[in-house]
């Protein structure tokens, strides 16, 4: 990035400290990621900024679902394999996966499908080969970015592994939150992990699950849980110790791209303690106050930080709903393909005055989810209130 786009950048987020967590990494042009994309824009521009941070889950599988995913693109309708790979190198694999080679090959199911469509798709993507997934897909929103939304806003994507980068630079500050706390304290990450464990057997249970301890193991291409015990992470099933936990131990594991943090530990340094705005999907404006929760009630167990702790409990409005809020039926790449580039300007003449109930359309991630569905249930039973202790951080 140029000079001038980093310093813009900076400052803005400085300013309005907004940054949009929710769509996983998925090409620009995916639908999911594209209007999300879209109203952060309409929002960062009635504010009069120019650049946009955009946070993207790379921990996740090439394939979601059949035929879904990261690794699957639809045009007119039809899945087209992004990357050409075989069934079984997407199957349990994830965007972090590697090393390999990597290119958009944009495979059709159909052979005679849209070659067009796909022939100009082909010629506005990187032709290099990558060695993960990830790497190819921010690449190429880097070129699609323009081509979309012209060059009035800075755009920076980021991904898991730049969180990697980032908590190997607070593990290597001797006078880190993270390495004082977390790592320094030996009691203080066994506290949060408890306090993880007791959400997951009480009313709020299933909104914030214990995938792993602080950071996955990728392993062979797949991503492995890790257990905390005793100092060590561990690998659950086999108990072998996989590292020690420890600055020193993690930084090198973190460097190797062998350990990625997890989603609590990503917001631990990107929202939690720098005071950033995150806006997220359909479960985020549930799982994320209670991460915040379990943290506060950790360090208040250990009785340390208070003015953290009091920084947190009077934060207003920590985050949002902030992914798949516009539901459209139109296709963005059958846009782009009639229309070419779409200014900033113009999206917000086009979506900026369309009522939210008219924006969000059906809500189906929320009414036709079965954790939404189950709040509602334990809400009317009262096993549960917005004005339980759980709550306070929201």
């Not at 993207?56 to 007119?76: H, I, M, Q």
């Not at 970015?145 to 190997?168: N, R």
């Not at 090198?252 to 062998?258: A, D, F, I, K, P």
């Not at 209670?290 to 985050?319: K, N």
Request: proline share 6%; net charge negative; with cysteine.
């Amino acid at each position: 990035m140029s000079v001038k786009d980093v310093s813009q950048i900076c400052s803005e987020f400085e300013t309005r400290r907004v940054m949009q967590t929710g769509p996983h990494l998925f090409l620009l042009l995916e639908p999911e990621a594209y209007y999300t994309h879209v109203l952060s824009l309409l929002g960062l521009s009635m504010h009069g900024c120019s650049s946009y941070v955009s946070y993207a889950v790379s921990t996740v599988s090439l394939v979601e679902r059949p035929r879904r995913g990261p690794g699957w693109f639809t045009v007119d309708g039809k899945p087209v394999n992004v990357f050409g790979l075989s069934r079984s190198r997407m199957i349990g694999y994830s965007l972090l996966t590697g090393p390999g080679s990597y290119r958009f090959e944009l495979v059709p199911t159909d052979p005679g499908a849209e070659a067009d469509a796909l022939a100009l798709l082909r010629s506005l993507l990187p032709t290099t080969s990558f060695d993960r997934p990830a790497h190819a897909i921010k690449a190429a929103n880097l070129m699609l970015w323009p081509k979309l939304f012209g060059c009035s806003f800075a755009f920076l994507q980021i991904d898991d592994e730049d969180i990697a980068d980032l908590v190997a630079e607070h593990l290597s500050d001797d006078d880190s939150w993270l390495r004082t706390r977390l790592l320094g304290d030996p009691k203080l990450a066994s506290r949060i992990v408890a306090g993880l464990d007791r959400l997951a057997d009480g009313p709020w249970s299933g909104w914030l699950a214990r995938g792993t301890d602080f950071f996955w193991m990728y392993e062979n291409g797949r991503r492995m849980p890790l257990r905390l015990i005793a100092r060590h992470l561990v690998h659950p099933v086999t108990g072998a110790k996989v590292v020690r936990f420890t600055a020193s131990a993690i930084i090198e594991r973190l460097q190797n791209r062998s350990l990625i943090p997890n989603l609590l530990l990503m917001f631990l340094v990107l929202s939690i303690l720098p005071g950033v705005r995150a806006l997220g999907g359909s479960h985020q404006p549930v799982y994320y106050p209670l991460m915040r929760y379990v943290v506060c009630q950790a360090l208040e167990t250990a009785g340390v930080d208070e003015d953290l702790r009091q920084a947190l409990a009077t934060d207003d409005i920590p985050g949002a709903w902030g992914h798949r809020v516009l539901e459209r039926d139109e296709d963005p790449y059958r846009q782009f393909l009639d229309g070419g580039t779409v200014e900033i300007s113009g999206l917000v003449d086009r979506f900026g005055d369309v009522p939210f109930t008219e924006a969000c359309g059906s809500m189906r991630s929320f009414v036709t989810d079965p954790s939404w569905r189950e709040l509602h249930s334990r809400l009317s039973e009262r096993f549960i209130a917005p004005t339980d202790g759980e709550w306070a951080f929201s």
